[in-house]
């Protein structure tokens, strides 16, 4: 069964840190670009952060770059999402997806092809 499946979610005050992990199976993930998603209530679904299959080029959305950085161990068929000076506004569930399609880096939800059941990350003030 595909499934990616994340952790590192919680509480954390603004200004502070989380980790997230995405653990991925049944798929060749380094064969596979490499998103995270985030939903808050009410909003649709926005691309955060992308890597290539094999970890040379990274894409973020401008209201986390340079606060997240996502980052993946092959070996481990793990994807990571770190996450620095968090605000109150990155309160949503955060999901990890795979892409197979590994000519682009892309920030379409629709494009990509398997995802996690999310993690919730709430940041307070």
């Known amino acids: 069964q595909v499934q990616p499946v994340e952790s590192g979610g919680g509480l954390v005050q603004a200004g502070g840190s989380l980790r997230l992990s995405c653990a991925a199976s049944?798929?060749?993930?380094?064969?596979?670009?490499m998103g995270w998603f985030r939903q808050a209530p009410g909003k649709e679904r926005e691309f955060v952060a992308a890597?290539?299959?094999?970890?040379?080029?990274?894409y973020y959305a401008d209201s986390v770059k340079g606060r997240f950085t996502i980052s993946r161990d092959n070996a481990k068929n793990t994807v990571y999402l770190q996450m620095n000076s968090l605000k109150p506004e990155d309160t949503a569930v955060y999901y990890c997806a795979a892409d197979r399609s590994i000519a682009t880096m892309r920030r379409e939800a629709q494009e990509y092809d398997y995802w996690g059941q999310g993690t919730q990350v709430t940041v307070s003030s």
């Open positions: 890597i290539r299959w094999n970890g040379g080029v990274t």
């Open positions: 049944g798929f060749t993930f380094s064969n596979y670009n």
